[in-house]
C-alpha cells in the first residue's frame, strides 16, 4: 500500500470526528469547510508549525521523533492501539518483503483437538486462517471444504453467504475484522499480499468498501458475539484472543459460553454435531499465498 496515502487519510480521518468546540477551540460561528479539526489546529494542540504537520500528515516530514508522533497522538485523541498504528504508519518504508508461510505447531493442533466442546481456530497474517479444530468447523462451516487460497476469514464473512449469515448482527462483525485487518496491513505494510486481499474484496463486496473507507482500526482481544445456527438456532458465545508465544502473528482464538446456559447447551449439540466429524484441526500453510484469501 502507499504510505503516504496510508497515513494522510488515516490523520484526517481523525481530524474529522473531533469537534473544535471539543478540542477548546473557539470557533466564532464561521462556517466551515470540512468537519473536525483543521490542520492548524493539529498543529496548535500537538505544539509544532501548521507547516510542519502540513508535512508530516503528507508524509514528507524527515526525522520524526517519537515524542512528535505522541504529540500529534495525543492531539487527535489517539487510543493505545491507534497511536501504535500511527507510528508504524510513520516508520513505514521500503519496497515489498518476502514473508514467509506461516506454520502452526503440531502441538498447538493437538491442543485444539483436546477441547471437543470449545470450538478453537489458529488466525494468521492478514486473516488467514491457519487451523481449526472439529466443534470450530462446526459451529461456523466446513473449512476442510473450501479451496486453501479461500481460508480466510475476511473473505468468508463478506464473500460466503453461509458463515456470513452466522452472525445475527453481521454489521459489527464486518466492522471489527475490516478495523482488524487495517491494523494487521500497519504491521505489515511491506507485505504484497495484502494489497491483492484488499482489492479483491474491494471489488467483490461494496460493503467491504465502504467500511475501509472509515479507516477504523481494532485489535482482536476478547468479546461477544451473538450468532445463528440451523441446528440449534441463536445463541451467544464469548470470544478469547491470544497471541502465541514464538509468533505474534498468530492468534488463537476460542469460543466458549456461560456455563449452564442455553448457549452451552447449544456448544454441546454442535460438538456431538462435530463428532461425525466435520474437519479435523488441519493447518492450511500448505496453501500458496496467492492473496491468501475472528
Not at 73 to 87: F, I, K, Q, S, Y
Not at 110 to 124: C, E, F, K, N, Q
Not at 208 to 219: A, N, V
Not at 260 to 285: I, K
Request: net charge neutral; aromatic share 6%; charged share 25%.
Amino acid at each position: 500500500m502507499n504510505r503516504r496515502a496510508d497515513l494522510g487519510a488515516f490523520l484526517r480521518s481523525r481530524r474529522a470526528r473531533i469537534r473544535p468546540e471539543d478540542a477548546g477551540i473557539r470557533g466564532f460561528g464561521e462556517r466551515r469547510r470540512v468537519p473536525g479539526l483543521r490542520r492548524e489546529e493539529v498543529a496548535q494542540l500537538a505544539g509544532v508549525s501548521a507547516d510542519y504537520y502540513t508535512r508530516f500528515e503528507q508524509g514528507r516530514a524527515e526525522n520524526v521523533s517519537d515524542a512528535i508522533v505522541d504529540a500529534v497522538a495525543r492531539a487527535l485523541r489517539l487510543d493505545p492501539v491507534e497511536t501504535g498504528h500511527l507510528h508504524r504508519l510513520v516508520r513505514a518504508g521500503g519496497g515489498p518483503l518476502p514473508t514467509p508461510v506461516q506454520q502452526v505447531r503440531p502441538g498447538l493442533r493437538r491442543l485444539m483437538d483436546s477441547m471437543p466442546h470449545t470450538p478453537a481456530y489458529v488466525v494468521g497474517r492478514r486473516t488467514d486462517v491457519l487451523a481449526w479444530n472439529a466443534p470450530m468447523a462446526a459451529m461456523m462451516i466446513d473449512f476442510a471444504a473450501l479451496p486453501p487460497e479461500r481460508l480466510n476469514k475476511a473473505w468468508l464473512v463478506f464473500c460466503h453467504e453461509e458463515l456470513g449469515s452466522r452472525f445475527v448482527d453481521r454489521e459489527a462483525k464486518a466492522r471489527d475484522i475490516v478495523a482488524y485487518l487495517r491494523l494487521d496491513l500497519g504491521r505489515h505494510p511491506g507485505d504484497p499480499a495484502y494489497p491483492a486481499l484488499i482489492g479483491e474484496l474491494s471489488d467483490a463486496s461494496p460493503e467491504f468498501r465502504r467500511l475501509w473507507e472509515r479507516q477504523e482500526i481494532r485489535e482482536k482481544t476478547h468479546g461477544s458475539y451473538h450468532l445463528r445456527h440451523p441446528a440449534v438456532g441463536e445463541f451467544t458465545v464469548a470470544y478469547e484472543s491470544l497471541t502465541l508465544p514464538g509468533d505474534p502473528d498468530q492468534t488463537l482464538v476460542t469460543y466458549t459460553a456461560e456455563e449452564g446456559s442455553p448457549s452451552q447447551a447449544a456448544l454441546h449439540v454442535l460438538a456431538e454435531l462435530a463428532e461425525r466429524p466435520l474437519a479435523p484441526a488441519v493447518p492450511a500453510a500448505s496453501a500458496a499465498p496467492g492473496p491468501d484469501v475472528s
